[in-house]
């Protein structure tokens, strides 16, 4: 049997969330003290809500040296930098993660974005964009 699930995307988001069984099957319905029959099945998808939640600013570090100003974003739910969208003028940055992060932030002096850096570290999950300043 399929499971239904209410109504496809909803407005900004993904329309819930999902919570699965543990193993990865269905229970099996298991037999009742009194009379031998069946218990009532949980359900093999439950949704655990159904509003979209606002992206989260996430927790991040910016430094300006002699040559460069250095931004250090933590991204603990993002895997991949094909999931980033980094937009850098050169007086703010703009971090988004559809769904997860945003993050505006203007910068302590003007850079050169065209010649700015970034890198992702899949395993620490930081984003790390060096900017050089503007002379």
Known sequence: AAAAFGGGKEE????GQLRLPVTGTAPRPAKTA???GEAPRRPLVEVVASEASEPSVP???LETGAEAMVLQ???PLVCTAADLDVDLGDSEV???VEGLYR???PLLAPVVSARAACKFDRRKRRLTVTMPLAS
């Open 12 to 15: 900004g988001g993904l329309g």
């Open 34 to 36: 009194a009379g031998g």
């Open 103 to 105: 993050l505006a932030l």
């Open 73 to 75: 974003v933590e991204l």
């Open 59 to 61: 927790e991040h570090t």
């Open 94 to 96: 703009h971090i988004s």
